[in-house]
């Protein structure tokens, strides 16, 4: 026998026994079903005050909507009657009333397209200016946008006063032209313009800024691929910026809607606390029925279709958003 069959063998080591499954994972619903009441716990503060301060009036409106609520039932003289639906057939059937719901959308339309139209114009214009330009025409946006509305309705009322108006004055100096004395509240289409002019001038800068703020977000290559492929200034504007800020546009359009259609001190002060019939407008026209007239059942029934005007407005903005949601 060789030396090389007298070698033991080498062990082979045993096979390592195989690891254990990994645990399976625990469902993550559960891990978040705590953390989930977390931001109804922070936002029940807020919830609560806007239930006391708004829940309140919302409540009292549409119980005076379906009551008989004069002066007398205001001092304690008499209790207030149920009226049904007597108040809404009243103000449904007034032609006066028609007028004015017809002039508050002409009204209110008129302000939101000026302001969105010239608000895109100044927020497209910014785009292309040096730094501080740009930080100096925001300052003036901002300082304008924070001035009182009684501040700057009395400044317009100055401007446009008939005797001593700087804008009959300047205007005037032009050739052909002679608006000394003229009073632009002799009727009321001139009147509404006056007005309308103000309230756009009070809604632009906040239209500017957050139509600035979106522009930034706007990739600058889309735009670049789309002059590249021919597209012009309007091009590049219609199929590249407006895509991306409609999401911003449909929300700026319905927040105008609604704080146009609600216009109160312009009209008021502007026509010393007392507007004609040809400057009535929903607010005003609710006003004057409830505190003029003293009929708060009849004034707190046109507030309320106000109201339902403005739902209509707000359901119409819910399902843009939607589906805008929906194509992203």
């Not at 049904?84 to 017809?102: I, S």
């Not at 009929?295 to 707190?300: P, V």
């Amino acid at each position: 026998m060789s030396a090389a069959d007298t070698t033991t063998p080498a062990k082979v080591p045993p096979p390592r026994p195989a690891p254990p499954p990994p645990a399976p994972e625990q469902p993550r619903g559960r891990r978040t079903s705590a953390p989930a009441a977390t931001p109804w716990l922070l936002l029940a503060p807020c919830l609560l005050v806007l239930l006391l301060v708004m829940g309140y009036p919302l409540v009292r409106l549409v119980t005076l909507a379906f009551q008989k609520f004069g002066q007398s039932q205001l001092w304690g003289f008499q209790p207030a009657e149920s009226a049904g639906l007597d108040n809404f057939t009243e103000v449904l059937g007034d032609g006066e009333f028609w007028a004015v719901v017809v002039r508050t959308i002409v009204f209110a339309a008129g302000c939101v397209i000026f302001t969105m139209v010239l608000g895109m114009l100044i927020a497209l214009l910014l785009q292309r200016v040096s730094g501080w330009v740009r930080t100096l025409v925001n300052i003036a946006l901002v300082a304008g946008w924070g001035m009182p509305v009684i501040v700057a309705t009395t400044v317009f009322k100055w401007l446009f006063d008939a005797d001593y108006g700087i804008l009959n004055a300047v205007l005037s100096r032009l050739p052909g032209v002679e608006l000394i004395g003229h009073n632009w509240f002799a009727s009321g289409p001139q009147g509404l313009a006056v007005i309308m002019l103000l309230v756009v001038w009070g809604a632009v800068p906040f239209v500017v800024i957050t139509l600035s703020a979106g522009l930034t977000q706007v990739p600058k290559e889309l735009e670049e691929a789309a002059r590249l492929d021919g597209a012009g200034a309007w091009g590049v504007f219609r199929y590249v910026t407006l895509p991306i800020l409609k999401p911003i546009i449909v929300m700026l359009t319905t927040l105008s809607v609604i704080w146009d259609m609600g216009v109160f001190p312009q009209v008021f002060v502007m026509r010393n606390g007392h507007p004609e019939a040809e400057f009535q407008l929903l607010t005003t026209y609710s006003y004057d029925r409830a505190f003029v007239v003293n009929d708060y059942g009849q004034g707190s029934a046109i507030a309320l279709i106000t109201v339902l005007l403005l739902l209509g407005v707000v359901a119409v903005y819910m399902r843009q958003m939607l589906k805008i949601g929906e194509v992203e």
